[in-house]
């Protein structure tokens, strides 16, 4: 059994692993930058080691560091949270070198599905339904004879890409050649990898991505799908669980499909299998190989502890539940709060001077911040999730409704406004939204 777990990473998720270990009776470890010695997860855990000054490079990034952490606090585990090191296949490998045991899926798997082309025929072969697209990287001499074969538009994109960096879309012939010069060019740029895929480019698809866990002998369970449709630039705002657009059987069918996958694969840990869902059909993006920053409201549907289960799992204990045993109930709902201008999104560093959570039955804060913290400029601007379960989805709205009217954050710019934006917003009470909704929204209000 695993009996101090060293946690690499900061802020709000930092903190959401230190809990499950505390509830585990299991000792923690902070690792922490110069410019988070004050942080919340610092200040409770068992022990804290300062690994280098504030760049994430120097710190976070720092393997050497992390491991030398370990060592020195006997911590033989490590979990890494997500970001940062959490889908590092190297970061892994050299971690079980040192026999420290890491919170997570194999080296293996985490190469397989960290390459779009190989995560994409992976799914194929495992019997996921992917979108349409090239078998492998297209390159400039072929790009026109792979559009034309799959029909535009296509979208453009990095094979070792994420986060909307690296991708590009296509919607003519005349479109594609400088589409698919700038999609390599910023592939390289950010990944160091200038290898493109192409896809076929559905007009209006939400993103719907379903939970999985697997205990890495065969065994495997789905915990339900996320609507994670509303985003920005290509990242995640506003999340919910279950999907609006989805019903009980398309609900169960794309949930097996994902879990017999896992099987085959014997996958270990907790992992995300996205989806572009259009007119009833689901598409293979990519997955995931680590906790996503949305896996509160999978917990607050099914009342099971994603972290516990991880830790469980990397202890060799197998899950707690079987597939039979997992209950759907009601609906939940994640609200990013990030440290931004809710106007033009530019980071807002600085101070709180003022920070006042919300409460109440089905109301869950993740957040590592408080009255007096000052938000560091180094790192990403997510400060906080604001969590909110009902019986009904209607339920869950008139809830967040009344929390957001009760969130304080003062001393900085937050996207609290945002929300209270979009929950009083007709197509949002509908469930009437796709990935572009967001974007359009904001445009047309901008106006």
Known sequence: MISKILIANRGEIALRVLRACKELGIATVAVHSTADADAMHVRL???????????????????????AACEITGADAVHPGYGFLSENAKFAEILEAHDITFIGPTAEHIRIMGDKITAKKTAQELGIPVVPGSDGEVKPENALEVARKIGFPVLIKATAGGGGRGMKVARSEADLEEAVATARSEALAAFGNDAVYMEKYLGKPRHIE??????????????????????????????????PALNVDQRMKIGQICAEAMKKLKYRGAGTIEFLYENGEFYFIEMNTRLQVEHPITEAITGIDLVHEQIRVASGGGLSVKQEDIVFSGHAIECRINAEDPRTFVPSPGTITHFHAPGGLGVRVDSGAYQGYRIPPYYDSLIGKL???GRTRVECMMRLRRVLDEFVIDGIKTTLPLFQDLINNQDIANGDYDIHWLEKHLAATSE
């Open 45 to 67: 855990a068992d022990e804290s080691v300062c690994i280098g000054p504030p760049p994430s490079r120097d710190s976070y990034l720092n393997i050497h560091q992390i491991v």
């Open 387 to 389: 969590i909110v379960h």
């Open 210 to 243: 379903v939970q999985i866990v697997g205990d890495g002998a065969g065994n495997a369970v789905h915990l339900g799908e996320r609507d994670c449709s509303l985003q920005r630039r290509h990242q995640k705002v506003w999340e919910e669980a279950n999907s």
